[in-house]
């Protein structure tokens, strides 16, 4: 379902000789929707993306990852909206239940009728933060993508100001200048930033922040990893996209519980960070000067 704005457009991967589709089995709350997975040749680990319908077209689609949100998603929904409906633009909002086990999806599924741009991806065990995303960037039909969490400390409202710089940059992030965690995560994360920066050559401040907004094309062809979530501004830069990090509210957790910490997340960035240096490291650049 689609508001405002539609063109039809066909999909630059229609006709593509070395991409295969397939039916797959995601659960949705739409029961005679086909989704489609893209699957790739074995030695191919990159991003693509397929959409309900390839000839469908919007400007934005906002993603957002959902687990065990029951309290916040009543409250978020009617405000992404309010906030999507005054941009002018034609819009969906794909939230990707990612194996809750609350009443998460059923909130979603009851608020569809009232929201007919909502999209429910549901995922059929947790598989974490970096999946999430994938799974529905993998489905979107607008040709700008923003990310957001679903725990209300990203504020709808900065989506404009993101938006706003996409004339001049393929990527706006959110920073997170003041925020409002418990002081341990605040550490943590400064601490975080500057191993991010020292190993990657990056001057990032906010690695971590889902908040953002950018074109469709710049994720095409990025790795994708367990992780990934924490690096898709360093994924991005190198390909040659512009990104830039644009000052956001942050709001404390009023409910529920916070999915990560120091323990469960420490170590395992740190690894991730060292294949991503690898990656930087040992990535393939030239320029053609002439074809004869």
Same mark, same amino acid.
């Given at each position: 379902?689609?508001?405002?704005?539609?063109?039809?457009?066909?999909?630059?991967?229609?006709?593509? !000789?070395?991409? =295969?589709? =397939?039916?797959?089995?995601?659960?949705?709350?739409?029961?005679?929707?086909?989704?489609?997975?893209?699957?790739?040749?074995?030695?191919?680990?990159?991003?693509?993306?397929?959409?309900?319908?390839?000839?469908? #077209?919007?400007? /934005?689609?906002?993603?957002?990852?959902?687990?065990?949100?029951?309290?916040?998603?009543?409250?978020?929904? !009617?405000?992404?909206?309010?906030?999507?409906? $005054?941009?002018?633009?034609?819009?969906?909002? *794909?939230?990707? &239940?990612?194996?809750?086990?609350?009443?998460?999806?059923? *909130?979603?599924?009851?608020?569809?009728?009232?929201?007919? #741009?909502?999209?429910?991806?549901?995922?059929?065990?947790?598989?974490?933060? #970096?999946? @999430?995303?994938?799974?529905?960037?993998?489905?979107?039909?607008?040709?700008?993508?923003?990310?957001?969490?679903?725990?209300?400390?990203?504020?709808?409202?900065?989506?404009?100001?993101?938006?706003?710089?996409? &004339?001049?940059?393929?990527?706006?992030?959110?920073?997170?200048?003041? =925020? &409002? &965690?418990?002081?341990?995560?605040?550490?943590?994360?400064?601490? @975080?930033?500057?191993?991010?920066?020292?190993? #990657?050559?990056?001057?990032?401040?906010?690695?971590?922040?889902?908040?953002?907004?950018?074109?469709?094309?710049?994720?095409?062809? /990025?790795?994708?990893?367990?992780?990934?979530?924490?690096?898709?501004?360093?994924?991005?830069?190198?390909?040659?996209?512009? /990104? *830039?990090?644009?000052?956001?509210? %942050? %709001?404390?957790?009023?409910?529920?519980?916070?999915?990560?910490?120091?323990?469960?997340? @420490?170590?395992?960035?740190?690894?991730?960070?060292?294949?991503?240096?690898?990656?930087?490291?040992? $990535?393939?650049?030239?320029?053609?000067?002439?074809?004869?």
């Amino acid at each position: 379902m689609l508001v405002s704005k539609l063109d039809a457009r066909g999909s630059k991967f229609d006709n593509h !000789p070395s991409l =295969r589709f =397939r039916q797959t089995s995601i659960d949705t709350s739409f029961d005679n929707d086909k989704r489609w997975l893209l699957t790739l040749p074995s030695n191919e680990n990159r991003l693509f993306w397929t959409t309900m319908n390839p000839t469908q #077209s919007i400007d /934005i689609s906002v993603v957002v990852p959902v687990y065990n949100e029951e309290e916040n998603l009543p409250v978020l929904v !009617p405000k992404l909206v309010l906030v999507l409906n $005054r941009l002018d633009l034609s819009y969906e909002m *794909i939230f990707v &239940d990612d194996g809750s086990s609350d009443g998460s999806r059923k *909130i979603l599924k009851e608020m569809t009728s009232r929201y007919p #741009s909502l999209r429910i991806i549901g995922l059929k065990k947790n598989r974490g933060l #970096s999946t @999430a995303l994938l799974a529905g960037m993998r489905e979107v039909r607008g040709d700008i993508i923003v990310t957001l969490d679903s725990d209300l400390q990203n504020d709808p409202e900065d989506i404009p100001k993101l938006l706003n710089y996409l &004339d001049r940059y393929d990527m706006a992030t959110g920073w997170r200048q003041k =925020r &409002d &965690d418990p002081w341990l995560r605040r550490i943590s994360s400064r601490i @975080a930033n500057a191993i991010h920066n020292r190993l #990657s050559g990056e001057k990032i401040y906010d690695s971590a922040c889902t908040l953002r907004a950018f074109k469709r094309e710049c994720i095409q062809g /990025i790795p994708i990893f367990n992780g990934m979530h924490r690096f898709l501004s360093t994924l991005v830069k190198m390909n040659g996209y512009r /990104i *830039i990090e644009v000052p956001v509210l %942050h %709001h404390p957790r009023k409910f529920g519980k916070a999915k990560y910490n120091i323990r469960n997340r @420490a170590l395992r960035a740190f690894i991730d960070l060292l294949g991503v240096r690898w990656m930087k490291e040992r $990535r393939i650049q030239y320029e053609i000067e002439e074809r004869i």
